[in-house]
């Protein structure tokens, strides 16, 4: 299934990725730092969403208090929440 994240607070305005499973395929991000975000989506190509939350949860950007990796380790925090 294909997911679109509507980022909040970040350079990037949307994450878009697709769940095989708990499997995180296919991720992309609009916006932002382009190549930092390529290698993001490379690195966690196949990564469960647990392996991704716990590696990308809290990591800032500048002043900010959240950040573009943040920001997708949110939306699969709240995928999660709505499987349950």
Do not use: W
């Amino acid at each position: 299934m294909t997911y679109t994240y509507k980022t909040k607070g970040t350079c990037s305005s949307y994450i878009q990725f697709e769940l095989d499973g708990k499997v995180v395929k296919n991720v992309s991000f609009k916006g932002g730092c382009n190549g930092n975000l390529k290698g993001i989506a490379k690195l966690t190509e196949g990564m469960t969403m647990d392996e991704i939350k716990e590696k990308l949860s809290g990591i800032t950007c500048g002043h900010k208090s959240t950040s573009c990796p943040d920001q997708f380790a949110r939306a699969l925090n709240e995928i999660s929440k709505q499987d349950k």
